[in-house]
Nanobody, 122 residues
């Protein structure tokens, strides 16, 4: 079975940092594009970042560019999202997802974790 499990969420003050982890099991992570999406209450799910399996290129939403960094550790079969300079508007449930290419449309992703809550508040 192919599974993704997110961890690392929590409560942090504005300007703080968190590192989210997306651990894969049942498949080799580097064969897939892994993306992070987030969804705040009452809002649509939005793409945050992804790392391509085709060329290793990373992508970021404009709202997080320069603050978030996505990376892979293939030895641990895990993708990370380092989040720095966090803002209250970053508050959301963060999900990781796997696809065969770096799609921007969340509907193209075949496998999803169950999410981890990130709350940025003073």
């Amino acid at each position: 079975q192919l599974q993704l499990v997110e961890s690392g969420g929590g409560l942090v003050q504005p300007g703080g940092s968190l590192r989210l982890s997306c651990a894969a099991s049942g498949f080799t992570l580097d064969g897939y594009t892994i993306a992070w999406f987030r969804q705040a209450p009452g809002k649509e799910r939005e793409g945050v970042s992804c790392i391509s399996n085709l060329d290793g290129v990373t992508y970021y939403a404009d709202s997080v560019k320069g603050r978030f960094t996505i990376s892979r550790d293939n030895s641990k079969n895990t993708v990370y999202l380092q989040m720095d300079s966090l803002k209250p508007e970053d508050t959301a449930v963060y999900y990781c997802a796997a696809a065969f290419a770096p799609y921007s449309d969340s509907r193209r992703y075949d496998y999803w974790g169950r999410g981890t809550q990130v709350t940025v508040s003073s």
